[in-house]
Nanobody, 120 residues
Framework: QVQLVESGGGLVQPGGSLRLSCAAS????????MNWYRRAPGKERELVAA????????NYADSVKGRFTISRDNAKNTVYLQMNSLKPEDTAVYYC?????????????WGQGTQVTVSS
């Protein structure tokens, strides 16, 4: 059974930091690109950060560049999102996503999400 379980969300003051974790199970984690998305109230889902299966290529949304860092530990089947200098506009539900295309078939798994609230 495929599972992606996010943790580490919460309430933080502007300028603070949080570290999100996403623990994966039920599939070969090291074969999948991993992504962090977020959805703020009343807004479309946004791709925040992406890392390839071996961690060679990393991309960020312009809105988080220089503040967020995505990383992965394939030995622990876990992907992380370190979030620094948080702003109120970072408030959203953050979702972990695993994605792979193999032989023309797309495999796409999602976590349940973790709430991040940035407020004083």
């Amino acid at each position: 059974q495929v599972q992606l379980v996010e943790s580490g969300g919460g309430l933080v003051q502007p300028g603070g930091s949080l570290r999100l974790s996403c623990a994966a199970s039920g599939f070969t984690f090291s074969n999948y690109a991993m992504n962090w998305y977020r959805r703020a109230p009343g807004k479309e889902r946004e791709l925040v950060a992406a890392i390839t299966s071996a961690g060679v290529s990393i991309n960020y949304a312009d809105s988080v560049k220089g503040r967020f860092t995505i990383s992965r530990d394939n030995a622990k089947n876990t992907v992380y999102l370190q979030m620094n200098s948080l702003k109120p506009e970072d408030t959203a539900v953050y979702y972990c996503n695993a994605r792979r295309v193999r032989l023309g078939i797309k495999y796409d798994y999602w976590g349940q999400g973790t709430q991040v609230t940035v407020s004083s």
